[in-house]
């Protein structure tokens, strides 16, 4: 199926993205994870679009803070993850994994990621291609791990990784150039990883986005996704030679969050 979702993303806050996904035949209109109102309610009347659902994917602020003012201009319905709904402001649907909304080129695929918070979910358009999924995978990169534990994180980064190579992944926040600096200090034999790093200064340096970015890409360059890939483990040093993909995500998430480039 040719999807005929129309995709507009927009830089919100410091380093966020917000994103509204119209489905023209049907008028449906989503806001995912939106950090304020006003910008994101601008944003739809400019294109005559009014919102129909918010789509959440984790309780943190710059993810729901504009639920419950576009809930109060526009009526929607706001859909997040059942294991944060009492944090999820204005929720109307709680979700879980394996869930299934909308229909046709607008099918969306809940899918439970958790391990940056408790609940976290991401989204997953089928006919478009398209994965929304917050702050659990990144360019380049994963969310942090504010709730959740190593392995319940590397499962759901597993899950989105089963996803196919043509997914555009349109994660939360613009990265990736930081991300790059980390994954070259531990994967510096990695000759995919030196392109990819070499596409992302040219469009930074251009103030462009790196988001979305292609699945595809993301498995052969981003560490976090390669955590059972031996030849990772190698260049991680000898204390990881057979150890198993928990324990080198563990170990990768350990050193990201004290990375300095």
């Known amino acids: 199926m040719t999807s005929s979702l129309v995709i507009h993303q927009f830089p919100l806050l410091a380093d966020n993205y917000a994103y509204l996904v119209h489905e023209p035949a049907s008028g449906l209109t989503l806001a995912i994870d939106p950090p304020l109102g006003g910008p994101v309610l601008e944003a739809a009347a400019a294109r005559n679009w009014r919102i129909s659902y918010i789509l959440n994917t984790h309780h943190h602020p710059d993810h729901v803070g504009g639920n419950a003012e576009i809930a ?4 929607c319905t706001v859909i997040g993850p059942a294991g944060e709904a009492a944090d999820i402001p204005c929720l109307n649907t709680a979700v879980a994994g394996g869930e299934v909304f909308f229909s ?17 979910i991401s989204w997953w358009f089928p006919a478009a291609h398209a994965l929304f999924c917050g702050d659990t995978l990144f360019s380049l990169g994963c969310g942090r791990l504010f709730e959740g534990t190593p392995q319940q994180m590397w499962d759901s980064l597993q ?17 990736t150039r930081a991300n790059a600096a980390f994954a070259l200090a531990v994967d510096p034999g990695n000759p995919a990883l030196h392109t990819r790093k070499r596409q992302v200064d040219e469009l930074r340096n251009q103030d462009l986005p790196t988001i979305p970015a292609r699945l595809g890409d993301e498995k052969r360059t981003n560490p976090f996704l390669r955590a059972d890939d031996p030849a990772l483990a190698a260049q991680l ?21 004290l990375f300095r480039a």
Do not use: M, W
């Open 237 to 257: 040093g000898a204390d990881f030679a057979g150890k198993d993909g928990v324990a080198v995500f563990t170990a990768l998430r350990r050193r990201k969050d």
């Open 104 to 120: 046709g080129p607008a099918q969306a695929r809940v899918i439970a990621t958790p391990g940056h918070t408790r609940g976290h």
């Open 72 to 75: 109060a201009a526009t009526g």
């Open 159 to 175: 899950r989105l990784r089963n996803l196919p190579d043509s997914t555009r992944v349109f994660c939360a926040h613009e990265y």
